[in-house]
């Protein structure tokens, strides 16, 4: 096989990053809008040692799980890679993703008289319309002003004011801003030339509440007859906060740190089952509500608080997993490495009176040593990392702490196992797990998990904690 042959393959498996996989020659192929099931007409168009590319040039045979895309760009914008297999598809797809990692990765034997119970991943009622936050960026191009997408891996805008998954309020918004521009000559930024004003623009919906934001991110201090745009903009229902955010620098990165208000009071607030939440534009606050709700639920339901148990939440974020804790727990510990989120956590405590928390800010491999070593204990540990997984130093504290339970809450099945597969083998039994569709028309899928501690001697992992506390400050 060689660049640029064109051949007929099935697709078995689909890749982290959406892509179908076939085989050919012993080598896995990667074909970007291929699904399972399908059999294809690819051309070869990069090859390594193991694996290589390919263009997807025709489907000879198409999978029974193929399905017409709702959105006429789904191919070419690339942010939904699996809408074109329907959705009964996508979570039976997601399953076998989570359970074919724990069991390759971690380890874990699904069959035994102890195994774990092991859940199908829970899907949503509407697939769609679930995202509550969206970043348009905005060009010129052949004379016009568009805002869209990006294309995969590159910053070629894909024209789509109306996103399948997002709310159907963008098109409004962006339509009111794209014509305020062309009516004020105002122009968007251009990369390459560091020029032109508008470079963004990011709509936050709150679910519950029906509040909507809108920041425009541009490469300036002043944005013209804004009171006009203002004025357009709250004639949108639920149109509740509307700001410029000061991005001049020469960077790839969306945001800058300055805010101007134009409108409201610089948040919006949303609600995950009965905590309320506010978000401002640097905020982090999850993409689709109705889903966090189920995963947080599920959380909860898996620490199986009592009023009286002593909560570590670790990569705690804004607080959001928290605060559904602490309605449940005597106290919560949350810790988070990015200051303004522990801002966020504290502001969004205050907010719903939950006095039985505090926020740390710092990495969790070292302060979680740190509290350790001061006498803090925790009788229940839940911990969402980011992809990466957890930091061994912070399992191994974990481990010294010896909770009675651990929740596990995980955007990578990959590195869950191999988390998974190091606690086991450091005292604790793995119990349930439940795959959540977070993100349905992608291919990504979170995952929780309940541990518990099921050996006395574990405690005796305790001599665990001066080499986790030294690895910390080393």
């Known amino acids: 096989m060689k660049k640029n042959d064109e051949l007929t393959i099935k697709i078995e498996d689909i890749g982290v990053n959406g892509e179908g996989i076939g085989h050919a020659d012993g080598l896995a192929l990667f074909v970007k809008d291929a699904i399972v099931g399908d059999i294809v007409r690819a051309r ?98 052949n004379g016009k002003i568009q805002a869209g997408f990006y294309a995969g891996r590159t910053h070629d805008i894909i024209p789509c004011e109306d996103c399948a998954i997002g709310i159907e309020e963008n098109q409004k918004i962006l339509a009111s801003i794209l014509m305020h521009m062309e009516n004020y000559h105002i122009e968007p930024y251009d990369e390459e030339k560091h020029s032109g004003l508008v470079r963004h623009v990011l709509i936050r919906k709150g679910f519950k509440t029906g509040e909507i934001m809108v920041c425009i991110v541009i490469n300036g201090r002043k944005f013209p007859a804004s009171e006009a745009l203002t004025e357009s903009l709250c004639r949108i229902p639920g149109m509740t906060d509307i700001s410029l955010n000061i991005n001049m620098a020469k960077t790839n990165r969306i945001l800058g740190e300055e805010l101007l208000q134009l409108y409201g009071n610089g948040y919006i607030t949303d609600y995950i089952g009965t905590v ?96 350790y070593q001061q006498g803090r204990r925790a009788d229940v540990v839940v911990v969402d990392p980011p992809r990466k997984g957890c930091d061994e130093t912070l399992l191994e504290t974990i481990v010294a702490m010896a909770p009675e339970k651990l929740v596990y809450v995980s955007c990578d099945s990959a590195t869950l196992a191999r988390d998974l597969k190091y606690l086991a083998a450091k005292g604790f039994r793995i119990r349930e797990i439940q795959p959540v569709d977070m993100f349905p028309q992608c291919a990504a899928v979170e995952c929780v998990t309940r541990l518990e501690r099921h050996s006395d001697s574990i405690s005796d992992l305790r001599e665990l904690l001066p080499l986790a506390a030294s690895r910390s400050q080393g």
């Open 44 to 141: 070869v168009m990069k090859l390594q040692k193991t694996y290589g590319y390919a263009k997807l040039l025709e489907v000879v045979q198409p999978s029974d799980a193929r399905t017409e895309a709702v959105c006429p760009i789904a191919r070419s914008c690339g942010g939904c890679q699996i809408q074109e297999m329907n959705y009964e598809a996508q979570l039976a797809f997601k399953t076998k993703k989570v359970r074919e990692n724990l069991i390759r990765i971690g380890k874990i034997d699904f069959e035994g008289e102890d195994a774990p119970v092991f859940h199908d991943c829970l899907g949503m009622e509407n697939p769609f319309r679930y995202r509550n936050k969206a970043q348009f960026p905005v060009r010129r191009k």
């Open 276 to 371: 309320r939440f506010r978000i401002s534009p640097l905020s982090f606050y999850q993409v689709n509500p109705v889903q966090t709700e189920v995963l947080y639920g599920t959380a909860l339901q898996y620490a199986g608080l009592t009023g009286k148990e002593q909560v570590f939440d670790l990569y705690c974020g804004v607080g959001t997993i928290s605060l559904f804790l602490a309605q449940k727990a005597s106290h919560v510990t949350g810790v988070e490495i990015v200051p303004q989120a522990i801002e966020d956590a504290k502001e969004n405590a205050r907010l719903n009176n939950m006095e039985n928390t505090d926020f740390y800010a710092g990495a969790a491999e070292e302060v979680v040593p740190a509290l």
